[in-house]
């Protein structure tokens, strides 16, 4: 079992950029699709972002695309999201989940098995 810890979130102004990170413990990060979601108050737990267990393809919900990036250090059992050109329908709380079945990356998070406590992310002026 995979233990999961998130870091980095804050306060940005629009237009700020911000990286999570993603501690892994209890098993190599080789072994598990990596995603992350966000929960914004009201709404559901929704994809952001995910990454293969070797090969490293990514997947992004749309609303992202061309702001945020996806990646990882296998060595340091670390994932990483970086988010650019922020805006205030970023804000959430922000979650890293590890997916130990198939292959499939976009996929809803009752697919994801493991996840971490979560960052949050306010981007206000």
């Known amino acids: 079992q995979v233990h999961l810890v998130e870091a980095g979130g804050g306060l940005v102004q629009p237009g700020g950029s911000l990286t999570l990170s993603c501690i892994a413990s209890g098993g190599p990060l080789r072994y598990y699709i990596m995603g992350w979601f966000r929960q914004a108050p009201g709404k559901e737990r929704e994809f952001v972002a995910g990454?293969?267990?070797?090969?490293?393809?990514?997947d992004y919900e749309d609303s992202v695309k061309g702001r945020f990036t996806i990646f990882k250090d296998n060595d340091q059992n670390t994932v990483y999201l970086q988010m650019n050109n922020l805006n205030p329908e970023d804000s959430a709380v922000y979650y890293c989940?590890?997916?130990?079945?198939?292959?499939?990356?976009?996929?809803?998070?009752?697919?994801?098995?493991?996840w971490g406590q979560g960052t949050q992310v306010t981007v206000s002026s």
């Open positions: 989940a590890a997916k130990e079945l198939g292959f499939s990356v976009k996929v809803p998070s009752t697919y994801y098995n493991f």
């Open positions: 990454i293969s267990r070797t090969e490293g393809s990514t």
